[in-house]
Every structure is written in structure tokens, then in C-alpha cells.
């Protein structure tokens, strides 16, 4: 009964920055670990982020490192992803997920998701 919404996306160009939301509702409070995934037009989807209830552990893919930033709001039933120096190949379809156990990096370790947002950036 929980439901995840994503919100944020949008075109940007090579080296600008967004913030994508993923805003939980329902019965909130069994979410453990949100993450982030993301799937390119003809590509699998792959693992970018994830963080734990406090926030003390996160988890990036390499290919993000330095560049996003993964939070939440658990106050605010919200959870972040902070995206700098954006390049084209970081366009993709962006997914927010949530399992009620623990970080991973396999999407068949979540059970909730999110309908997706368009992140496109342009050269």
C-alpha cells in the first residue's frame, strides 16, 4: 500500500544540474532503503543510488560517483537525488524504488517503484 511518485525531470544541458523527488505515500514507515535506478532508451536498467532509513549508509554506482547526490526526508515522506555535471549519457528514464530491508543494487531486491521521470541532457 505504498506508493512512490517521481517528479523533476526535464531537459538540461551537458554539465547543468537537476534534482529529481520521489515523493512516498500510504503506509510509509516499512520503507528501509530507497534508491534510484535508471533505464536509456535500449537499455537495461541499471543501479544508481540507494540510501538507508537514517541516511548513514548510501550506495552509488561508479558511473555517478562525485557527481549525484543521493537524500531523504523521512519527515517528508521524500527522498532526493541531487544531479550535477550531467552529461548525455545520463539521459535516461530515472526510477525511484524502495525495499523494507536493506541496500542493494539489484532491482529484483525492490519491491516498490515509482512510474519514472524523463531526465534528457543535451550536447
Known amino acids: 500500500q505504498v506508493q512512490l511518485v517521481e517528479s523533476g525531470g526535464g531537459l538540461v544541458q551537458t554539465g547543468g544540474s537537476l534534482r529529481l523527488s520521489c515523493a512516498a505515500s500510504?503506509?510509509?514507515?516499512?520503507?528501509?532503503?530507497m534508491a534510484w535506478f535508471r533505464q536509456a532508451l535500449g537499455k537495461e536498467r541499471e543501479f544508481v543510488a540507494a540510501?538507508?532509513?537514517?541516511?548513514?549508509?548510501?550506495r552509488y554506482a561508479d558511473s555517478v560517483k562525485g557527481r549525484f547526490t543521493i537524500s531523504r526526508d523521512n519527515a517528508k515522506n521524500t527522498g532526493y537525488l541531487q544531479m550535477n555535471s550531467l552529461s548525455p549519457e545520463d539521459t535516461a528514464v530515472y526510477f525511484c524504488?524502495?525495499?523494507?530491508?536493506?541496500?542493494?543494487?539489484?532491482?529484483?531486491?525492490?519491491?516498490?517503484w515509482g512510474p519514472g521521470t524523463q531526465v534528457t541532457v543535451s550536447s
Open positions: 524504488a524502495a525495499n523494507q530491508y536493506g541496500l542493494a543494487e539489484d532491482e529484483r531486491d525492490y519491491n516498490i
Open positions: 540510501i538507508t532509513w537514517r541516511g548513514s549508509n548510501t
Open positions: 500510504g503506509r510509509t514507515f516499512s520503507l528501509y532503503t
